[in-house]
């Protein structure tokens, strides 16, 4: 497992350096107006495409651990004779975003038929609110039954006309036993003496936002400007003081394993994947966060494969497979929390241990506990910026 | 004519990209409902005034990079250059060896050997010259330690060749006039290579204050420096105009810096016409 995390978090830093070089290139995608070279159609055809082209985010499907296969991703190709073209290519969403909004912007197809962005940031709503998403084909989706309740009628989709979801996880603290006693609450990480210099803060401002918005005793799901200066007060204080040592992205993980961190504030699937007895995630006192990442066909994809290969998701079964992995033919599985009823019991025939993790799979008092951001103080510039300012400036 | 290609590539890929840079520096408008242009010279003020302490930070972290990488280098080059005899070709493929790896894994790196608990912290700590409980990463000092690293071998490989390039004669004519070889080496060897320690500098500096993947590795967001605003602009705020203006200042301030650096120095050293 330590090599996976390794091999992803080199992943995520690649992208660091990656957008380095696509600076021209968001430029130059800026310059020219460009025609229209796919105009959108209404009317769907009905046909399977040869391949399915699916962007997604590093270390987000099942995986055979020796031949690093998909095994979900061939048997879908046996089925429906459709060659999926999965490509890790997503690191975080607004770079993604930076890199296809130039093309989608002048009318052009991304050459993807499947994008996965998060709806705690911007650019899900932008996606759909721009037109640049197809509506989903949703005759070739009759598993929509299985999804979950609470996932049906999102803001930014509220009746799920463009978007599904493919997996989503919480937002706690996470902590290293062998260095600090249990980190349980937000204030405890942000004004613990003992822990200055060796915690993270996210740099995800829905993420971290809601932590200590509700450590605060405010509503994160519904932002003012008192509750936004509060909390953005008390995380600027901790980074003068110094207890903030870092904001991430999931390259925390690594670091609270190595011991550089005590805790941190932490997505549950990286500490799902890690699998290290010492380290320990727990949804703060106050309460945590809630996530989804979200199914999109940009502008110009194939909806019809797109949307056949949504359903084939959507079945128990294979979600279950790709959730909870099989440890008998060495399959690891996603390890976050699966959108699809149905998937627990799938999972639990493959691997209980998975199936009974409550990170994985949690009760409905651990889901009570986790909370929604705001959509609009996503989109509101002001907050954007001054969140900006404090964590790269 | 044979220039037409050069001049050619010039254009597409310089010119024409920094034109519309400048462009879109004067434009007003977000991500939302598009970009106009408006002569908007605000954002450059904007720049200045909001992110004053980040280009300070840039050109300092630079700079001490550059003086670092250049007392670091200068023994090494000299040594190969002078010493190195049959082994010269071996000695130098050594210090471009690591570079081999790219950039981010080398950053990487660092990340494990200045860890919390790593040898060298642990070290620094039993020689009281870090605090126990304290560390080394997310500090200046790793970061300006990274950047240094990164940037070595564009400072050893241009104080290389021109040292490679002083005639042995010289220096053994400064010893018959009674120089020492102290002396020798400041009045002779030293001005003879300063095209190599101009050349050097230059390319160490400019590249290191736009440089942002070690203050976002192995800084803490106090040791940010301008090129991580500009990132974040770019890519996480979409504020494009503020973004180019950005760039556009951090460009001017190093032109001017390094018209002045070539005044100073004077620029046949800068052409390496010295030599």
Redesign the interface.
Known sequence: MTDQLTRQQLLKRAAIGGAAITFPGILAACGSSGTKASGGTTSVEQKLASTLHFSNWTLYIDTNNKTHAHPSLDTFQKEKGVHVDYVEDINDNASFFGKIQGPLSRGQSVNRDIVVLTDNDRYLALMIKKGWAEKLDKSAIPNIKNLVEVQRHPTFDPNREYSLPWQSGMTGIAYNDKLTDPVLSVTDLLENPKLKGKITSLNSMGDALTLVMLANGDDPSHVTDKSFNAAFTRIKKAVDDKQIRQFTGNDYAPSLAKGDLAAAMSWSGDIAQIGNSHIHWNVPKEGGALWTDNMLIPKGGNVYTASVYMNYVYEPSVMGLMEAGDPKRNITGIYYIPPVIGAKQAALKLNPSVANNELIFPSAETLSKVHLFDSKALNNQKYLTQWQNLISG | MLLAPGLGFLAVFFVV?LG??GY?SLQSG???FG?AFTWAFGNYKTAVT??R??FVRSIEYAGIATVLALLLSYPVAYWIAFRGGRWKNLLLLMIVAPFFV????RT?AWE?IL???GLVVRTLQHLHLVSPG??L??TSTAVVAGITYNFLPFMALPLYVSLEQIDQRLIEAAQDLYASNWKAFLRVTVPLSLPGVVAGTLLTFIPAAGD??NA??L????N?MIG??I??????????PAA?AMSFILMGAILVGVILYARAVGTEQLSGSAV
């Open positions: 990209p519309f840079l879109q977000n991500i939302d970009y909001d992110y302490s980040e790219t950039y981010l894994i990487l494990t860890s919390d608990n304290g560390h990463l997310a942002f993947i976002q590795l800084g803490a967001p106090q940010h991580n605003v990132q974040s602009k770019f890519l996480e705020l979409t504020d494009y180019a």
